[in-house]
Antibody
Framework: QVQLLGSGPGLVKPSETLSLTCTVSDASISSYYWSWIRQTPGKGLEWIGYIFYNGNTNYNPSLKSRVTISLDTSKNQFSLKLSSVTAADTAVYYC???????????WGQGTQVTVSS | SYVLTQPPSVSVAPGQTARIPCGGDNIVSKSVHWYQRKPGQAPVLVIYYDTDRPSGIPERFSGSNSGNTATLTISRVEAGDEADYFCQVWDSESDVGVFGGGTKLTVL
């Protein structure tokens, strides 16, 4: 059974960079698309972006200027960095595996991140 | 970007049929996927490619897609079906996924 485990700080200060990592078990990260999705109280589920196993990325236009998603195949991990955070970035962040149909077949457990001083 | 519209809530008595709509411009031209999310848990895929069920999802869950509305139908609703349900498509313009706002299913 594929498992995704997200990790990272639960509290980030305004204007700083949010950093999360997702560790993938029982599946090679060297295939599929790997995504970050967040759930905010105000905007519901929002797709942040994805990275393909070859390193190609694409980001939600609303976040593109602040987002970086990267891959570490040696550790079977992928990561999210979101810069210049504000309270509006407070959310539950999910890592996820996306298949060719464009849907998620496996989700991480979700990581609550709060932006506050 | 592409917009998906869902009603905030749907209520149904146990044993009855729940229908959760998801509206979008010419949504029939897209593949629609549905997720169930219970409090404190990650979402679970219940329907993909409009009508297909992943293994382990009961046959009571079905989907349809026509015109400007896709629908998730849950037959013989049980108390355990109470959850939030989200529809999702891939937006070819922005090349990311898009979710509906979610519908809270309440079993009376």
């Amino acid at each position: 059974q594929v498992q995704l485990l997200g990790s990272g700080p639960g509290l980030v200060k305004p204007s700083e960079t949010l950093s999360l990592t997702c560790t993938v078990s029982d599946a090679s990260i060297s295939s599929y698309y790997w995504s970050w999705i967040r759930q905010t109280p105000g905007k519901g589920l929002e797709w942040i972006g994805y990275i393909f196993y070859n390193g190609n990325t694409n980001y939600n236009p609303s976040l593109k200027s602040r987002v970086t998603i990267s891959l570490d195949t040696s550790k079977n991990q992928f990561s999210l960095k979101l810069s210049s955070v504000t309270a509006a970035d407070t959310a539950v962040y999910y890592c996820a595996r996306v298949i060719v149909a464009g849907n998620v077949d496996y989700w991480g457990q979700g990581t609550q991140v709060t932006v506050s001083s | 970007s592409y917009v998906l519209t869902q009603p905030p809530s749907v209520s149904v008595a146990p044993g009855q049929t729940a229908r959760i709509p998801c509206g979008g411009d010419n949504i029939v031209s897209k593949s629609v996927h549905w997720y169930q999310r219970k409090p404190g848990q990650a979402p679970v895929l219940v329907i993909y490619y409009d009508t297909d069920r992943p293994s382990g999802i009961p046959e009571r869950f079905s989907g349809s897609n026509s015109g400007n509305t896709a629908t998730l139908t849950i037959s013989r609703v049980e108390a355990g079906d109470e959850a939030d349900y989200f529809c999702q498509v891939w937006d070819s313009e922005s090349d990311v996924g898009v979710f509906g706002g979610g519908t809270k299913l309440t079993v009376l």
